[in-house]
């Protein structure tokens, strides 16, 4: 499973550029990923989802550390007990530390 092309240039920061955190959302992104309304719908997909993304993960993990030249970073951004560290455990759950 691959993400949609415009969701990918929504969260990506080139490199030299600023990050603009405050200028993102803490709420929602500005991309619609899927039009379902229904929470319980909503839940199936991203567990669905997060099964795909793994093995996309695993296999983006090992061309970047092969490359020795590009880094990524991940920055989570939410209030105490947000789920911050549920959100780490389970979508880095299929990488190598």
Request: glycine letters at 6%.
């Amino acid at each position: 499973m691959k993400l949609h092309r415009n969701v990918i240039e929504e969260l990506m920061v080139c490199p030299g550029e600023p990050a603009g955190l405050p200028e993102r959302s803490t709420h929602k992104m500005d991309t619609p990923w899927r039009d379902h309304s229904s929470s319980s719908s909503l839940r199936h997909i991203a567990d669905h989802d997060l099964e795909s993304f793994k093995h996309e993960l695993a296999s983006a993990q090992e061309l970047l550390y092969a490359s020795d030249t590009y880094s990524l970073l991940v920055i989570l951004q939410a209030l105490d007990a947000a789920g911050k560290d549920g959100t780490i455990k389970h979508v880095m759950s299929g990488v190598n530390p």
